[in-house]
């Protein structure tokens, strides 16, 4: 089974500032999905964003793009401009592209605070 | 526009007894799935159904039992709860298509707590 890395339990950011999450990933599939969720104090899912294997340039969606490398199997996420609404765990997910489950498997995350 | 719902939100409970966690999705989505969330694991995968009348273990299935009658609804049952089933628990749905960008679309959870 694939595997997902947070190695980063908490970070913390001043606001306005940038901030990079990491993770990474083991898997032996040539194509695959990648997501960045966002849980707020609400325990609401919320995509952040997401990224195909197969595609080499980075996803990016307004503040938040990624850094995918796929030789190393890793695939951070950098906040810019940090905003106190950012405040949340993140969750880092692998989503295989075979087989009859259509299965996410997930980081442990990381809890983000953002510092007035 | 419901989407996704979860049923009930909050519930308390008594080691022993069953538990039943509804889950209902308006989009015919093939795919639901549950999770539980835990601290220090993150999400884990209990079971997931393809379609309605197929369903599949995930990651940690002891003590569930699920079914999928129709394919908008995914009950999550626990027959018998223990103080270690005391979890938030997560269902989603998804339509798989080769290459689709469809993602997994979450309920608000479930918390609960076995004494």
């Known amino acids: 089974a694939q595997t997902v890395t947070q190695s980063q339990p908490e970070m913390s950011v001043q606001e306005a500032e940038t901030v990079t999450l990491s993770c990474t990933y083991d898997?032996?599939?040539?194509?695959?999905?990648l997501f960045w969720y966002k849980q707020p104090p609400s325990r609401q899912m919320i995509l952040v964003i997401r990224?195909?294997?197969?595609k080499q340039q980075n996803a990016t969606e307004n503040r938040f793009s990624v850094n995918f490398q796929k030789a190393a199997k890793s695939f951070s996420l950098k906040i810019s401009d940090s905003q106190l609404g950012d405040a949340a765990m993140y969750f880092c997910?692998?989503?295989?592209?075979w087989g009859t489950g259509n299965q996410f498997y997930f980081g442990t995350g990381t809890s983000l605070t953002v510092i007035p | 526009d419901a989407g996704i719902t979860q049923s009930p939100r909050y519930k308390i409970t008594e080691t022993g007894r069953q538990v039943t966690l509804m889950c209902h999705q308006t989009?015919?989505?093939?795919?639901m799935f549950w999770y539980r969330q835990d601290l220090g694991h993150g999400l884990r995968l209990i079971y997931y159904?393809?379609?309605?009348?197929?369903?599949d273990k995930g990651e940690v299935p002891d003590g569930y039992v699920v079914s999928r009658s129709k394919t908008e609804n995914f009950p999550l049952t626990l027959e018998s709860a223990t103080r270690s089933q005391t979890s938030v628990y997560f269902c989603?749905?998804?339509?798989?298509?080769?290459?689709?960008?469809?993602?997994?679309?979450f309920g608000p959870g479930t918390r609960l707590l076995v004494l």
């Open positions: 989603a749905s998804s339509e798989k298509k080769f290459r689709d960008r469809e993602t997994q679309y």
């Open positions: 989009w015919s989505h093939s795919y």
């Open positions: 159904s393809a379609a309605a009348d197929i369903t």
């Open positions: 898997t032996s599939e040539s194509d695959y999905y």
């Open positions: 990224q195909e294997a197969y």
């Open positions: 997910a692998y989503r295989s592209l």
